[in-house]
C-alpha cells in the first residue's frame, strides 16, 4: 500500500478541523458513528469524500493538486523519510487530542 506524504493527511484534518460542526454534524446525521472513532486511513478518506462530495471532476483535480502539492518552502530531497509506524503514532497523538478538545 502506498501512504501518501504527512502534508496530505495534514491538510484533510486541517479541513475537517476548520468546519468541525458541519463535518462531525454531517458524519453523525449519515452514519450514528463518531469519525474520531474511525482508524485514521479511514478518518482520511472520509474527510476527502466529504470535501468532494457534489463537486465537478474539474474542481475535484484542482482540489486534489492543491492537496498533492508540496509544502511552500519545503525542501523534501536529502530528507531523511518518516516510518509509517511513527507517522501513525504521530497521527494517533494529534487525533487523541482531538477528541479531548472536542468532547471537553
Given at each position: 500500500?502506498?501512504?501518501?506524504?504527512?502534508?496530505?493527511?495534514?491538510?484533510?484534518?486541517?479541513?475537517a478541523v476548520k468546519?468541525?460542526?458541519?463535518?462531525?454534524?454531517?458524519?453523525?446525521l449519515r452514519t450514528?458513528?463518531?469519525?474520531?472513532?474511525?482508524?485514521?486511513?479511514?478518518?482520511?478518506?472520509?474527510?476527502?469524500?466529504?470535501?468532494?462530495?457534489?463537486?465537478?471532476?474539474?474542481?475535484?483535480?484542482?482540489?486534489?493538486?492543491?492537496?498533492?502539492?508540496?509544502?511552500?518552502?519545503?525542501?523534501?530531497?536529502?530528507?531523511?523519510?518518516?516510518?509509517?509506524?511513527?507517522?501513525?503514532?504521530?497521527?494517533?497523538?494529534?487525533?487523541?487530542?482531538?477528541?479531548?478538545?472536542?468532547?471537553?
Open positions: 500500500m502506498v501512504r501518501p506524504p504527512y502534508w496530505v493527511g495534514q491538510r484533510l484534518l486541517t479541513l468546519r468541525w460542526p458541519e463535518f462531525h454534524g454531517t458524519m453523525l450514528g458513528r463518531e469519525p474520531l472513532d474511525l482508524p485514521l486511513p479511514s478518518l482520511l478518506d472520509v474527510i476527502y469524500a466529504w470535501w468532494v462530495e457534489g463537486g465537478t471532476e474539474k474542481d475535484v483535480t484542482r482540489f486534489r493538486q492543491a492537496l498533492e502539492a508540496l509544502p511552500s518552502g519545503e525542501e523534501l530531497e536529502g530528507r531523511a523519510e518518516w516510518s509509517d509506524e511513527e507517522t501513525d503514532e504521530s497521527f494517533a497523538r494529534a487525533l487523541g487530542g482531538m477528541q479531548r478538545a472536542g468532547r471537553g
